[in-house]
């Protein structure tokens, strides 16, 4: 429904959003993250052509991306503290 609000004036944009995210679905349920990794950037950049998202700026993390150090662990885990 959010995919029809915002592309709206683009039935045709909608509708590929859709199709985008349902085979990146799929693929994750498949276990084919590559794949599923890749639709996910094509759905990011359509929507950002559509001025739905801003696209993200190299170096600067938008969501949680293992290793940063924004929202909280580095993906490293510390040994239990001594009693």
């Given amino acids: 429904a959010r995919v ?18 349902r085979e990146m679905i799929e693929a994750s349920e498949r276990l084919e993250f ?5 639709l996910r950037d094509q ?5 950002a052509t559509l ?4 696209l993200a700026q190299p170096g600067k993390p938008t969501r949680y991306q293992p290793g940063s150090r924004r929202g909280g ?10 009693p």
């Avoid at 759905?43 to 929507?47: A, P, T, W």
């Fill in 43 to 47: 759905v990011r950049e359509l929507r």
């Fill in 34 to 38: 590559e794949k599923a990794a890749l």
């Fill in 73 to 82: 662990r580095s993906g490293k885990r510390r040994a239990p503290a001594a």
């Fill in 4 to 21: 029809m609000e915002s592309a709206g004036r683009d039935p045709d944009a909608a509708e590929t959003l859709r199709e985008l995210e």
């Fill in 51 to 54: 001025g739905m998202e801003p």
